[in-house]
């Protein structure tokens, strides 16, 4: 059974752009979280992810899969199934790096 098309964005391509994209936002949400509330800029905190500490790094990758998570809710209620199955990808690509890193 084909799944039919519901509009312009209900297409794997956007949805895995929408996933990336939504993982970058994570990354940015969370990483003016943690900066907050350990007194210090976004860009400490990014210089300290990259000199190789390992606090964040799961944490990290698992908040940037809950907003795919929140985004697959609110599309696949939509009925926007082709959009939801690229986020899944998403998703999916991500879960074993946040097993790797924890």
Do not use: W
């Not at 990483?31 to 500490?53: C, K, P």
């Not at 985004?71 to 946040?98: D, H, T, W």
Request: some cysteine; overall charge positive; hydrophobic content about 55%.
């Amino acid at each position: 059974m084909a799944t039919v098309k519901k509009g312009k964005l209900d297409t794997f391509a956007f949805g895995l752009a929408a996933g990336i994209l939504g993982a970058a936002v994570g990354f940015v949400v969370f990483g003016f979280l943690i900066a907050q509330i350990n007194g210090q800029t976004f860009g400490r905190f990014f210089q300290t992810l990259v000199q190789g500490s390992d606090i964040f790094h799961d944490k990290l990758v698992t908040v940037s899969i809950l907003f795919d998570v929140i985004l697959f809710f609110v599309m696949i209620r939509q009925e926007y199934y082709n959009f939801c199955k690229g986020l899944l990808a998403v998703v999916i690509v991500s879960v074993p790096v946040a097993i790797y890193l924890y």
